[in-house]
């Protein structure tokens, strides 16, 4: 009696499986398959995991604490702080220094994004010997101040576009710092006018996870190229984003952010996304207010 009871249960299980199967069949779908609106209800059920922050040097307060403050102010996650200098040593070498940002983000409540060597602008590490030293002893601030990622700057007296030798000589010089970088954990970040291609070529000859790319979508797209495509050439190999726009307030200028986050999505990216270089009709407070507002609605936080 048991046994035949099983077997009527298991026809009925099968014949409802077989009328569901052909019921999806005839819309169109087969068995593990989602509707649109099944993937798009997924989606959105997903952590987001994204951090809105801003340069330290975009709201005034190059290798100043009080960015952090005006940062929480704005409504932002953290800063991306900058090494600061010029002719001499740079500022963040000093230990003090670097105690004041520690105890200043963990009184605001808000973090470090990232550590920034735009004096490379000014002091090309592919030319001057200071450079090489600096960026030895940034790794260590780095460490000290519980940094991941460092960004080296290829801009102005730095710049790489069309410098075959000067990239060589880059080349070499991260060649000889990867070891150390990779021991700290440390990531070494380049962010150049250089297209996607040209920046996987560098990776490629160092060889080593210790070196990235920091994707500026203003940047790229000023020289040019297809930056939701470069995201995607770059996948993995990008290590942290700069949001910018040189025409306008972000979301009325020539960056399509949703785009950049659909390019995102694509390579599993979830992480800062750093303001930097914002236009202010607004004034720099209120400017930095409205970004930050605008990319949230595209870039939310974390679930």
Request: include cysteine.
């Amino acid at each position: 009696m048991i046994d035949r009871e099983i077997n009527r249960r298991q026809i009925l299980v099968v014949t409802g499986q077989t009328v569901a199967g052909l019921t999806l069949a005839a819309s169109g779908l087969a068995f593990g398959q989602e509707t649109d609106k099944e993937k798009k209800e997924k989606r959105q059920k997903r952590p987001q995991g994204f951090q809105i922050g801003v340069c330290d040097w975009t709201i005034g307060k190059r290798g100043d604490p009080a960015a952090l403050a005006l940062a929480k102010k704005i409504g932002l996650d953290g800063v991306q702080v900058d090494f600061a200098g010029g002719e001499k040593d740079p500022p963040l070498f000093d230990p003090d220094l670097q105690r004041r940002y520690l105890e200043e983000a963990k009184a605001q409540g808000v973090r470090i994004a990232s550590l920034a060597m735009g004096v490379l602008n000014e002091v090309p590490y592919k030319s001057d010997p200071r450079a090489e030293k600096w960026v030895d002893k940034a790794i260590d601030v780095a460490q000290a101040m519980r940094q991941r990622i460092i960004l080296l700057a290829f801009f102005s007296k730095g710049e790489l576009k069309n410098d075959a030798a000067g990239t060589d000589a880059v080349v070499s010089k991260l060649k000889n710092i990867a070891a150390k970088a990779e021991k700290a954990r440390v990531t070494l970040a380049v962010e150049s006018y250089l297209n996607a291609e040209e920046h996987m070529a560098i990776l490629d000859r160092v060889g080593s996870p210790a070196v990235q790319v920091y994707y500026d979508v203003a940047n790229s797209h000023k020289m040019g190229y297809d930056i939701y495509k470069e995201i995607r050439t770059l996948g993995k190999r990008i290590c942290q984003f700069h949001a910018k726009d040189n025409d306008q307030l972000y979301g009325k200028g020539s960056i399509d952010f949703k785009r950049v986050r659909e390019a995102m999505d694509e390579i599993g990216y979830r992480g800062w996304f750093v303001m930097e270089g914002t236009t202010t009709p607004k004034g720099i407070e209120e400017s930095c207010r409205y970004d930050a507002e605008y990319l949230r609605t595209i870039f939310p936080g974390r679930a």
